[in-house]
């Protein structure tokens, strides 16, 4: 199973971008899927997680970001808008095959597979 992450960049606050995750390895579908972040010097963190249907988002980011799922492909796309300096991180997509127990979903330690990180950076 490999996850592909891509979408980011460079960009000014106030803008948007929109990142992809694509899976591939499977024939069948996961049942969690989302993405995680990592400032440098920081903890990788929570971002947003669809979880089987079920929608998970960090305080941070909720209403400023959206997730969204392709079932068909095994994609997942996180659209990020109004992006602040904040926002500046890796950004790793996630997945699991089987459903996360809500109170487990925000935990880096819940996920399976990773993906590679794409990097986004919000400049002032």
């Known amino acids: 199973v490999q996850l592909q992450a891509f979408g980011g960049g460079l960009v000014q606050a106030g803008d948007s971008l929109r990142l992809s995750c694509a899976a591939s390895g499977r024939t069948s579908g996961f049942n969690a899927m989302g993405w995680f972040r990592q400032a440098p010097g920081k903890e990788r963190e929570f971002v947003a997680i669809?979880?089987?249907?079920?929608?998970y988002y960090a305080d941070s980011v909720k209403g400023r970001f959206t997730i969204s799922r392709d079932n068909a492909d095994n994609t997942v796309y996180l659209q990020m808008n109004s992006l602040k300096p904040e926002d500046t991180a890796v950004y790793y997509c996630a997945s699991n095959l089987n459903r996360i127990a809500s109170g487990s979903a925000r935990s880096v330690h819940a996920y399976h597979n990773w993906g590679q990180g794409t990097e986004v950076t919000v400049s002032s």
């Open positions: 669809w979880n089987a249907g079920t929608i």
